[in-house]
């Protein structure tokens, strides 16, 4: 059985969300820790943010913070632990659908 590593999650939304007509840029804010891996631009204005976990992985807890400050400032926030769910994931993002 092989493991699902959270990098190789991450190269596959990436590349989905370019086959998409979108960008997945890296996202990394310093002096802000917890926030979000990717920073996800769909055509037609969509945007959220997507932290990227190996199956299974839980949120830190300052991650669960930022998370809920992004989604207070009206800000879309998707975690993704599974590819399998990449394409629902982005067609959700493009219909712009809720954060879970």
């Known amino acids: 059985m092989s493991v699902v590593r959270?990098?190789?999650i991450e190269q596959k939304l990436v590349q989905a969300v370019k086959r998409a007509g979108g960008l997945a840029i890296k996202f990394t804010s310093p002096g802000l820790s917890g926030m979000p891996d990717?920073?996800?631009i769909?055509?037609?204005?969509h945007i959220?943010?997507?932290e990227i976990k190996a199956p299974g992985g839980k949120l830190r807890p300052l991650q669960i913070r930022r998370h809920e400050l992004l989604r207070r400032l009206g800000c879309k926030v998707y975690v993704l632990d599974d590819p399998a769910r990449i394409p629902d994931l982005?067609?959700?993002m493009m219909r712009g659908g809720?954060?879970?």
């Open 6 to 8: 959270e990098k190789a």
């Open 38 to 40: 990717r920073l996800v």
């Open 42 to 45: 769909l055509p037609e204005g």
């Open 48 to 50: 959220a943010f997507v």
């Open 90 to 92: 982005v067609a959700k």
């Open 98 to 100: 809720e954060s879970e």
